[in-house]
């Protein structure tokens, strides 16, 4: 099973449950945050759950829905994520994705597959302000916009990889 919970045959409420409770438990080690997952106590809004977990945990929502306004991942979903908490992947550009858009090494490359793993990893999430400031529309935002949401991290050098989770 890899990191986002999806079994060779798709993806299982077993696998769901297990992977939940295994990044519960690191959100809860490492940002004291609460595993609650629901949008009531607005854990999708706090930028460590979105660092960590936006579009990484498999959708557990059946029927159709926007994919754009949910934050968990969906089959085919180019927005998906690796954990970060599990993948320890640094903030530079996978080359192999960059030419072709296949990594030989999947899950185990230590570099960014995507703009979503790019921008919302920990030294980049909000440490630049957003070109629109508060007037920006987007619902998901890589970027902050007010000088307080302006996050440390921009000056770290690319490539650089962010503390272990201890997994």
């Known amino acids: 099973m890899n990191c986002d919970g ?4 798709g993806v299982t409420a077993e696998a769901i449950t297990q992977h939940q409770a295994q990044v519960s438990a690191l959100l809860q080690q490492h940002f004291g ?25 498999p959708c557990p929502r059946s029927g159709q829905h926007d994919w754009s306004s949910c934050p ?3 089959h ?10 599990l993948s320890n992947y ?9 030419k072709g858009g296949e990594c030989p090494r999947g899950e185990a490359c230590t570099m960014t597959h995507s703009m979503f793993e790019y921008w919302m990893h920990p030294l980049r999430y909000k440490t630049k ?9 987007k619902r998901f935002c890589f970027f902050a ?12 050098p690319p490539g650089t ?6 997994v």
């Open 145 to 156: 916009h007010t000088p307080e949401e302006v996050r440390p991290g921009s000056d770290t």
């Open 161 to 166: 990889k962010c503390p272990s989770a201890g």
């Open 76 to 85: 085919g979903e180019r927005a998906r994520r690796r954990c970060l908490l």
């Open 72 to 74: 968990y991942a969906h």
């Open 129 to 137: 302000m957003c070109r629109e400031g508060a007037s920006c529309l």
């Open 6 to 9: 999806v079994a060779a045959g």
């Open 90 to 98: 640094a903030i530079k550009v996978c080359p192999d994705m960059q």
């Open 33 to 57: 945050l609460s595993p609650e997952y629901n949008e009531a106590n607005g854990l999708y809004d706090v930028d460590s759950y979105r660092m960590c977990l936006f579009k990484v945990l």
